[in-house]
């Protein structure tokens, strides 16, 4: 055998063309931290230009309110009753109520839950056996509504996605 394999191919010397260096290290450090931090400044925009969340003028004060709230809750879900809020093709909402007793009277409170804060206020009619109509009709896309119905000394609210 002889100190020179033939099925190894020569290897090629490398001749200095296209070095990587040093600024392209940095180059490359530079644009990619420069991509992640654009990305998480425009996410972080989005973020915050989107969700408006609920906000307390004194966290505290509402923290001593929850047991309140509870209750609150507790006494409308002891009254029975239920309703379902759609929006209808020409635009307005109508609302479908189980047990809730007659000459009630209906609001809604509307919200884009993202993107541009637009709010909108409804009053409703009713068509009898427990369906009632918006007067005003509601533009399309998502909207969070906050349903009350008020009846016979009693009031009872529900918040949903307007379907």
């Known amino acids: 055998m002889s100190a020179h394999t033939?099925?190894?191919a020569p290897q090629k010397r490398f001749t200095g063309k296209g070095r990587?260096?040093?600024k392209h290290m940095?180059?490359?450090?530079?644009i990619g931290f420069?991509?992640?931090a654009a990305v998480n400044f425009t996410m972080a925009s989005l973020a915050v230009g989107g969700f408006h969340g609920i906000v307390v003028d004194n966290s505290y004060v509402a923290s001593q309110k929850f047991n309140d709230w509870i209750e609150e809750a507790d006494r409308m879900a002891a009254l029975g009753w239920s309703a379902s809020a759609a929006r209808e093709k020409n635009g307005q909402v109508?609302?479908?109520?189980?047990?809730?007793?007659?000459?009630?009277v209906v609001t809604a409170a509307l919200r884009r839950p993202l993107?541009?804060?637009e709010f909108a206020d409804l009053t409703f009619v009713s068509?009898?056996?427990?369906r009632f109509r918006s007067?005003?009709?509601v533009s399309e896309g998502r909207w969070t509504v906050r349903l009350t119905i008020e009846a016979q000394g009693k009031r009872w609210v529900e918040e949903s996605e307007l379907k």
């Open 94 to 104: 109508l609302v479908t109520s189980e047990g809730v007793p007659a000459g009630a």
């Open 115 to 117: 993107g541009t804060r």
């Open 26 to 30: 940095l180059a490359v450090m530079v």
């Open 127 to 130: 068509m009898g056996e427990g």
């Open 135 to 137: 007067l005003e009709p």
């Open 6 to 8: 033939p099925d190894r």
């Open 34 to 36: 420069g991509i992640v």
């Open 20 to 22: 990587f260096t040093g």
